[in-house]
């Protein structure tokens, strides 16, 4: 059996170096950080494009690759249809403490969305979020990002997601599209 020793060496060596590259990267600073002086007036998400683009003025400032929910496509109309909502709403508040690296919360479900979820009988959700990876698994994001794994939420990288935490203010709207 001599190839047992081999696979547990290479194991421990792919462990090793996934660990030292999220070390690295968790301590080095963004490339092109966002001057304080840029005011982020609105939050732009293009489902269909996975993106997420920080606006001033009508123009892009920074653009991020987003992962959405297991059923992105369409509105979310339910508690557990694992889709993300489509239309304006708020950010509202931030969570440093979050099930994932830090989070912000979108305002959804707003008062038209709490009418078409009582008129299906449905509970229509809630803690719709744009967040990091979950606590403990950043060094994921270069796979997690490729494919939807959330339940809705607008998922990030945690570099991604610290960017966006400190350009965006409470009260900044924004607008998700399909």
């Known amino acids: 059996m001599p190839w047992l020793p081999i696979t547990i060496v290479l194991s421990l060596a792919a462990i090793v170096s996934t660990s ?12 092109n950080p966002i001057p304080p002086s840029i005011v982020i007036d609105r939050v732009f998400v293009d489902k269909s494009d996975r993106v997420l683009k920080l606006m001033s003025d009508g123009k892009a400032i920074k653009s991020y690759r987003i992962a959405l929910g297991g059923s ?15 239309g304006v709403y708020t950010l509202d508040y931030k969570n440093e403490n979050s099930i994932a690296h830090r989070s912000i919360h979108i305002s959804y479900p707003n008062t038209a969305d709490k009418a078409y979820a009582k008129k299906l009988g449905v509970n229509a959700g809630g803690d719709i979020m744009i967040h990091g990876q979950m606590n403990g698994f950043g060094y994921l994001a270069l796979f ?4 939807d794994w959330t339940d809705g939420c607008i ?7 610290d960017e966006i935490m400190a350009a ?3 009260g900044t709207p924004i607008e998700i599209v399909e």
């Open 72 to 86: 992105p496509v369409g509105h979310k109309q339910q508690e557990g249809d694992q889709r993300t909502p489509v």
């Open 155 to 161: 998922a990030v990288t945690n570099d991604a997601m």
């Open 144 to 147: 997690n990002q490729r494919r």
């Open 20 to 31: 030292a590259i999220a070390y690295v990267k968790s301590t080095s600073k963004p490339k």
């Open 168 to 170: 965006v203010k409470l």
